[in-house]
């Protein structure tokens, strides 16, 4: 049964910030069902930059353009991480939380996340000293990424976790990534789309052990709205990178200094 159509469950009054005063949570599986509602009809999969980039609508220099300020992001989340890890004296939970750092900063002799992110951009043609400057990325982005870090910096520990609940949401849109840029981007081939493939079994583990702290530990309708709350939080730094990607890259509005393509 979806969250929607759950008896009780109103969700008319969630705002751009909020999930309102209406909606009950007044237990893990209301709280479960708000979160997944939340996920279905705000998560960045429906944004139309992201139907241009999977439909192979968008020239080569416009996802040039989306893989150099992705990289900010991604370069972002092992900080991200070890901000949270510093919010919890409770160690299990820092040894849990740890390996997402691992998985994107590597270890001696193995590669991460922020290495597979190079050799998309690598591979598209983009020049790595100039990726990992991130010089050219959009204000837009920068803003957005140290939000979220401020966001989990300022916020309770439990905020924190629940704003990384967005990937109960990413397989899928992984899955969509992978399929259609290959099939529609000559200048795409599977090697430099590996990122992708690996958040396919990480992303579900982390999401898995995320969802299960919060409805463990936010044990009042209030902590249950927090977490929501966070999570729509974390939907709207994820759908204003693609806002400005958008307003840059395909309206033709790109801000001084930025990233301009060559490529057509």
Not at 122 to 150: K, M, Q
Not at 219 to 240: D, G, Y
Request: hydrophobic share 40%.
């Amino acid at each position: 049964m979806s969250a929607a159509s759950k008896p009780g469950m109103n969700m008319t009054g969630m705002t751009a910030l909020s999930v309102g005063k209406d909606i009950r949570l007044t237990s893990a599986e209301e709280l479960e069902a708000t979160l997944r509602h939340i996920g279905a009809t705000r998560y960045h999969s429906l944004h139309p930059f992201h139907k241009l980039l999977h439909g192979g609508k968008l020239n080569k220099g416009q996802v040039q353009a989306w893989a150099l300020n992705r990289y900010y992001y991604q370069s972002t989340i092992p900080i991200k991480d070890a901000v949270v890890i510093s919010r919890f004296r409770d160690r299990a939970t820092r040894l849990e939380w740890r390996h997402r750092i691992e998985d994107h900063d590597g270890d001696v002799g193995s590669e991460g996340g922020i290495e597979r992110w190079l050799k998309l951009t690598e591979g598209l043609g983009l020049d790595t000293a100039y990726v990992e400057s991130t010089e050219g990325i959009l204000p837009a982005t920068r803003f957005a990424v140290e939000a979220y870090v401020h966001f989990c910096r300022e916020k309770s520990p439990l905020e924190a976790i629940a704003s990384s609940l967005t990937e109960l949401f990413a397989p899928n849109l992984h899955e969509e990534r992978i399929s259609g840029m290959l099939e529609h981007y000559d200048f795409v081939n599977p090697d430099i789309m590996s990122y992708f493939k690996r958040r396919l079994t990480q992303a579900p583990r982390d999401a898995g052990f995320a969802l299960d702290y919060v409805k463990a530990h936010a044990a009042t309708p209030e902590q249950r709205a927090q977490v929501c709350n966070a999570l729509i939080f974390k939907t709207n730094v994820l759908w204003v990178q693609l806002d400005a990607l958008q307003h840059a890259y395909v309206e033709g509005n790109i801000p001084p200094g930025a990233f301009v393509p060559k490529e057509s």
